[in-house]
């Protein structure tokens, strides 16, 4: 090792007298420093070092352990530039996997421990649900899974995992049931509110829009000229447009609020804030529904009513995707049932009585007496006994998230 003014170049003991010593590089202007354990570790350091700069081989970066990202650092970097409609759950379910993984890096999260940990819960669900305690259903369980498999993917596009192990995770199976009020239960609920308490629940069957869309509802957003609501998407700047109907309409042209806020729907307290909407569905909404004896029902439940109502019209289903916001058609399809002549004409497509009709009209089939029934009509049952429950679409199970 070359030495300079009689000590060796390139090394450092520092503090002078502590004994710990340093190996000093500079390589294109830049000087680095590594740590030694002691004199000799820190001239054989320098000699490697030197020797890989001469061959072009020295890269500072490779005796630098790159920094592991964690979960909770992860997740937080997720929360920051959240802006969709669901940000208040996503933080929800941001501290639970937090304060579950949040130390972990990325790296180190297998989908063996998101199994166990699914299963555990799962397990404290189903034993007797202990006093002063919230334990968390299978569908709740899917939530908080489909939050964390989001957010992995993320990871996963921006090169921090090579895969997302939350791929083979089975989500419990869901029933689906669309629950949308009938007209008997519109009435009751009706005489059971306020009338002004009445006129908000009446706006969200007529538009259709998400809670948050409805009492976040500024008048600057209401075009009462063309009957349009303008609503701002969460990303890319975009609006959807919600047509108004004569109804809401009517609501909007009688409510006062224009004039003293900017909010459609003013705080009680403060009318230059927005009402706050779970205050008011606990105090007028749930009660009436409950005097009302009905179940299942929700404030979402008035936005399935409103897509089942016009389903029911005879609306088609793109029109109904349109009105409601819907990203995707399948999503819309769950009301394709009750829309009138869905796959009637299908059905009919190729019937034994179609066939039959067609033979009696060219006149090659073999005509019965009318007294008679015919083998196709001689199985035929009366259907006045079948029951449709009102205001509930089919149970389906779905092992989505």
């Not at 061959?55 to 997740?75: H, S």
């Not at 009709?357 to 090659?364: H, I, P, V």
Request: proline share 5%; aromatic share 10%; charged share 30%.
């Amino acid at each position: 090792m070359a030495r300079k003014n009689g000590k060796d170049r390139g090394i450092v003991e520092k503090p002078a007298g502590s004994g710990i010593w340093w190996t000093r590089l500079t390589i294109q202007g830049r000087e680095k420093w590594f740590r030694a354990t002691n004199k000799s570790q820190a001239k054989a350091l320098y000699g490697r070092l030197k020797a890989e700069a001469r061959e072009g081989t020295y890269f500072p970066e490779k005796y630098k352990k790159p920094k592991e990202i964690t979960l909770r650092a992860w997740i937080t970097r997720h929360l920051e530039g959240a802006s969709n409609r669901s940000v208040v759950n996503e933080k929800r379910y941001g501290r639970f996997w937090s304060l579950l993984l949040g130390k972990r890096a990325l790296r180190d999260i297998t989908t063996e421990d998101l199994r166990r940990i699914q299963a555990q819960l799962k397990a404290r669900f189903d034993m007797k649900k202990p006093a002063g305690t919230r334990l968390k259903a299978p569908p709740t369980i899917n939530r908080y899974f489909s939050f964390l498999r989001h957010v992995l993917m993320l990871a996963v596009k921006d090169g921090k995992l090579d895969r997302n192990p939350m791929a083979g995770v089975t989500f419990f199976p869901e029933a689906v049931k669309t629950r949308f009020l009938c007209d008997e239960e519109i009435t009751r609920l009706r005489d059971l509110m306020k009338p002004r308490d009445w006129e908000m629940v009446a706006f969200a069957i007529e538009t259709g829009l998400r809670r948050s869309e409805q009492f976040r509802l500024r008048w600057e957003q209401v075009d009462l000229e063309n009957r349009v609501l303008a609503l701002p998407m969460p990303k890319g700047g975009k609006s959807r447009y919600v047509p108004l109907s004569e109804g809401a309409h009517k609501l909007l042209s009688s409510w006062d609020s224009i004039m003293r806020s900017p909010w459609v729907f003013p705080g009680v307290k403060n009318i230059l804030k927005p009402m706050d909407s779970r205050a008011f569905v606990r105090r007028a909404f749930d009660p009436a529904v409950r005097r009302a004896g009905m179940e299942s029902v929700t404030w979402h439940t008035l936005r399935h009513t409103a897509a089942s109502r016009r389903a029911l019209a005879g609306v088609d289903l793109y029109r109904i995707k349109e009105i409601l916001g819907h990203r995707d058609i399948a999503t819309t399809q769950r009301y394709a049932h009750l829309t009138p002549g869905f796959l009637r004409d299908a059905a009919n497509r190729g019937s034994l009585f179609a066939l039959s009709g067609e033979k009696e009209k060219t006149g090659t089939g073999s005509k019965t007496g009318s007294d008679q029934p015919t083998a196709l009509t001689s199985f035929a049952q009366p259907l006045d006994f079948l029951v449709r429950l009102t205001g509930f679409e089919p149970v389906a199970l779905s092992s989505g998230g």
